[in-house]
């Protein structure tokens, strides 16, 4: 029994692979028997090519941003909840004394 490795490609290679599929009309079999690489992955490639173009993955300087904006967001609605039970301790307490 053989060892399977896992092989990189560069990003270069990996648009051109989707350019044959995409640009040129080769079926995504033929691409990938001609380059020796698996159908599957090439699907996956072509997929992966099509969410960064319609903008459906985040590249990092988006993701670190989705992050902080998130915290940030998390900080805002815990002060929020101090400021609302602050105010209903104040209505409380004022309250009592008009009511004494």
Do not use: H, P
Not at 30 to 41: E, P
């Amino acid at each position: 029994m053989t060892k399977r490795t896992n092989r990189n490609y560069t990003a270069e290679f990996k648009q051109e692979a989707v350019a044959l599929v995409t640009k040129q009309g080769y079926s995504v079999s033929k691409a990938a028997s001609s380059l020796g690489i698996t159908d599957k992955l090439l699907y996956n490639w072509k997929a992966k090519f099509y969410a960064e173009q319609t903008g459906a993955i985040l590249n990092a300087d988006e993701r670190a941003e989705l992050l902080k904006l998130r915290k940030e967001v998390k900080k805002l609605r815990m002060e929020k909840e101090i400021l609302k039970k602050a105010s209903r301790a104040l209505c409380n307490s004022l309250l009592l004394r008009v009511t004494k």
